[in-house]
């Protein structure tokens, strides 16, 4: 073979190399939802963005936001945590600053206190390091099957349910309609989290 030919086929597998390198986790689909993060291939459009972004006036009425490259697609009220602002504080402050890694996503999960549609996301640290967040969610208030149930952890009220022990919390229609805007455009692997 000569040297070019041998240079053409090292060029091909260093570009195959190259993208497999770069290819990041990414969510399984809505079929397989409780399968862990598999990796995806390089991303054709622009790469979708899911931003928390804490309210210090108000942690109640944060915001969450997805976007699609630049272009800001959905806004929806959220909240986290109590009113404690401290993200050092178990179960009452709210959630700490960075970027959360997405374990997974089911419009189905079935924990013991989380139910339906679930976004699972990565432990972290505080921002003092003195404490690690476990068990964080962006999640709603209802049934296994998205419907609302009759005890008040799994039937939403109004203003009052914002409240989390932590978690990114959503109403069930906006959370519903999330799912289905990111099944469409693409899910992020992570959640920036800003204040």
């Not at 041998?6 to 060029?11: E, N, P, S, W």
């Not at 989380?114 to 967040?133: E, F, H, N, P, W």
């Not at 209802?142 to 609302?148: A, K």
């Amino acid at each position: 073979m000569s040297s070019n030919g041998r240079r053409a086929r090292g060029i091909t597998a260093t570009v195959a190399v190259a993208a497999a390198l770069t290819a990041g986790p990414a969510l399984a689909p809505a079929a397989t939802a409780h399968a862990p993060a598999g990796t995806v291939a390089a991303a054709a459009g622009p790469a979708t963005t899911l931003v928390f972004d804490k309210n210090p006036a108000s942690p109640t009425h944060s915001k969450l936001s997805v976007y699609e490259g630049d272009e800001l697609l959905a806004t929806y009220r959220a909240g986290s945590g109590t009113g404690v602002k401290d993200d050092c504080v178990r179960a009452k402050g709210w959630i700490p600053n960075g970027n959360w890694r997405i374990k997974l996503k089911d419009p189905f999960y079935d924990g013991r206190l989380i139910k339906g549609y679930a976004v699972y996301l990565q432990d972290m640290k505080c921002s003092r390091g003195t404490l690690t967040r476990t068990q964080m969610f962006i999640h709603s208030e209802m049934n296994r099957d998205g419907g609302q149930g009759s005890t008040e952890s799994r039937r939403w009220d109004g203003d009052g349910d914002y409240k989390s022990n932590g978690c990114v919390k959503l109403g069930p229609t906006d959370i519903k309609k999330m799912f289905r805007l990111l099944n469409r455009i693409g899910w992020p692997t992570h959640l920036r989290v800003v204040s």
